[in-house]
């Protein structure tokens, strides 16, 4: 069961969305969230989805966990920072939650207004498969924190990006991205993050797509392009001639 339910307010069929985040508010934009190992290919899709729709004349917002605003961001140094591994799990479980916090105040929650697509790689789900599924912290604890975080934020859409953890490993020691606190972790850590992100999934088949993550790069983006195109995002939200034009380049 979804700990964040998000609530129907407009008919699918009328090509509209909207969630309800409190009195008077609604969000007619589309979120859409990236979960996966690290390793698994989660920004580089992130990059070439923000792309795509941009060039579809789409108003589109891509952002990350931890990070996404200048107190996200401090978070972030924070918890990969030189400090981090004297951080005991439920500080580092509160502080994800704390910059997960202000992103949906200041960032998400604003863009969702205001009609746009919004593509964030992690959000919630992260939080449960990495401090639940890979901490062993109890799920209701995770759960009530995140609750906290986003109150009603919830996505439309999850791609996961699944991949075993040894191929995720070699991919992410091949790169070019800075190591953080869980690449010092052993195997059966991510196995158990894994795991948990395949529960999550099974839990909620309407909202995740599973994506095979151990395919070429080109056949990944191939099935999240189908993806996005059977969820009609494309027709209900984020088209840039109602709420404005953007003038920055797609990466």
């Known amino acids: 069961m979804r700990s964040h339910p998000e609530v129907e307010v407009a008919n699918h069929t009328d090509g509209w969305r909207s969630r309800a985040t409190g009195p008077g508010n609604r969000l007619s934009g589309y979120f859409i969230t990236l979960e996966g190992l690290d390793g698994s290919g989660k920004s580089s899709v992130a990059r070439r989805l923000n792309h795509w729709l941009q060039s579809l004349g789409k108003k589109v917002l891509l952002t990350r966990e931890p990070g996404g605003t200048a107190i996200g961001e401090a978070i972030r140094g924070l918890m990969f920072g030189d400090l981090s591994s004297a951080m005991v799990v439920e500080t580092e479980t509160l502080l994800f939650a704390a910059a997960r916090s202000q992103l949906v105040s200041e960032v998400l929650q604003p863009?969702?207004?205001?009609?746009?697509?919004?593509?964030?790689?992690?959000?919630?789900?992260?939080?449960?498969?990495?401090?639940?599924?890979?901490?062993?912290?109890?799920?209701a604890d995770v759960q009530a924190v995140q609750h906290l975080a986003v109150r009603e934020c919830s996505p439309d859409l999850t791609i996961l990006l699944d991949l075993p953890p040894l191929a995720?490993?070699?991919?992410?020691?091949?790169?070019?991205?800075?190591?953080?606190?869980?690449?010092?972790?052993?195997?059966?850590?991510?196995?158990r993050v894994r795991e948990a992100y395949i529960s999550l999934a099974a839990a909620e088949p309407t909202r995740w797509h599973i994506v095979d993550a151990a395919r070429d790069e080109d056949e990944v983006w191939q099935d999240v392009r189908e993806t996005i195109e059977q969820r009609e995002v494309l027709s209900i939200a984020g088209c840039a001639d109602s709420f404005g034009s953007t003038d920055e380049e797609p990466h």
């Open 168 to 191: 995720a490993m070699m991919r992410k020691s091949r790169g070019i991205d800075a190591t953080n606190r869980f690449d010092d972790e052993a195997v059966a850590f991510h196995e």
């Open 111 to 139: 863009a969702l207004r205001g009609g746009e697509i919004v593509i964030c790689d992690r959000f919630v789900d992260s939080s449960l498969a990495y401090q639940w599924g890979g901490r062993r912290l109890p799920r």
